[in-house]
């Protein structure tokens, strides 16, 4: 016969059960519900952290290179406003983050389960569910409150200095001032003084947003809609359009350069170009043109390159029906307004050099060309 082989079987605990607790609520007593009590150790903790750690240290280079653009580092009112109701939200959120990420991990942890049995169920807490249900319509009315108040100071602003008119057209950003002059790609506003924004689009959706002054407005066609922007220190701020508007729309890129107000007033005036020095071309009408060149629907410059003479005068002329213009990467030349199908743009150079421009509307497309001045 085989012998029987016997073993000690232990004994199950008993089934969990609760007992009542304060607050119309219940609570578990711990041993008889099958917990398991683990105390946490900081080194896990700590251990757990260290991917967002990893990531934080990969963001800071990047936030540090992109700081000329970051809303954060505002350089007006407008901008500084949204900034403050932005900051209010955020650590309003950090808050809430802290608080309940920390309690989920420490109930993870605290509280883990190491058998199959199913604890004691709670059935409600009055007094804990009134807390959690009004501390979020607190946060939340506030939040609202606080965001409404500004709103109409971020939109509107206060009374205008001057309005200034924006354009969007693909892909390059056009401005008409006061006295009717016009510029692309640069915005140029005196230091302090209210800007009054009127946007408008000539052929898509676009979005006129230089971070660092204030919040986007949207340029749509057939509709104008405004906002404002004041600079604290003169300096240039980079913007983009902020809305897909096309094959080149990562290439929509604007600058608001702000001035004192005697090289604004030169500016607009003509006789300075801010941070440049006196103009070397003038813009001329009607003028026997030593060099001709055409800006064609291909998106080139026929020819390429020109060589005039000091006092000469180079007349440029679109012969499509795609709109360009002429802006030199020396900015004391004048560029020229959006040219259409027919319309002509003459310069006299006043000043020997090598002069390189571009199409800013094309200028992903390398739409560009040179004007070689000789001495005379």
Not at 6 to 30: H, K, N
Not at 84 to 100: D, E, R
Not at 133 to 138: F, G, H, Q, S
Not at 243 to 255: Q, T, V
Request: net charge positive; with cysteine; glycine share 10%.
């Amino acid at each position: 016969m085989t012998p029987c082989m016997t073993r000690a079987v232990r004994p199950r605990r008993s089934t969990a059960s609760a007992r009542p607790g304060a607050g119309g609520g219940s609570s578990i007593d711990d041993q008889k519900a099958g917990y398991t009590v683990v105390s946490v150790k900081p080194s896990r903790v700590l251990l757990g952290m260290l991917p967002a750690f990893a990531v934080l240290a990969a963001l800071a280079p990047i936030t540090a290179a992109a700081v000329n653009v970051s809303p954060l580092d505002c350089a007006g009112p407008n901008a500084c406003d949204i900034v403050s109701v932005y900051t209010t939200i955020f650590w309003i959120a950090m808050a809430v983050l802290v608080i309940v990420g920390g309690l989920i991990v420490f109930a993870a942890l605290r509280f883990r389960r190491r058998d199959d049995r199913e604890p004691s169920q709670i059935h409600g807490n009055t007094r804990l569910e009134l807390v959690w249900t009004a501390v979020p319509l607190l946060i939340v009315s506030f939040l609202f409150i606080r965001t409404t108040l500004r709103m109409d100071y971020v939109r509107n602003g206060p009374p205008p200095a001057q309005t200034i008119k924006v354009t969007g057209i693909q892909w390059a950003w056009q401005f008409k001032y006061p006295n009717g002059k016009t510029s692309n790609t640069k915005l140029y506003i005196p230091v302090g003084q209210v800007v009054q924004l009127q946007v408008t689009s000539r052929d898509v959706l676009h979005s006129f947003w230089v971070p660092r002054l204030g919040g986007q407005v949207y340029a749509i066609p057939g509709q104008m809609n405004h906002g404002w922007i004041q600079a604290y220190r003169t300096g240039t701020y980079s913007g983009q359009c902020n809305e897909l508007c096309g094959l080149y729309h990562y290439a929509m890129d604007l600058e608001v350069i702000a001035v004192s107000d005697s090289d604004y007033k030169g500016f607009l005036a003509g006789t300075l170009t801010p941070g440049v020095g006196p103009a070397l071309a003038e813009k001329v009408t009607g003028a026997s043109a030593a060099a001709n060149v055409k800006e064609t629907d291909d998106l080139k410059f026929d020819p390429l390159s020109a060589t005039v003479k000091v006092g000469e005068v180079v007349q440029w002329t679109n012969t499509g029906i795609q709109i360009h213009d002429i802006v030199f990467d020396n900015g004391a030349v004048p560029a020229s307004d959006n040219q259409n199908g027919g319309d002509k743009y003459e310069l006299k150079f006043l000043k020997p050099g090598t002069y390189h421009y571009i199409c800013s509307i094309h200028k992903a497309a390398n739409m560009n060309g040179t004007i070689t001045v000789a001495g005379g």
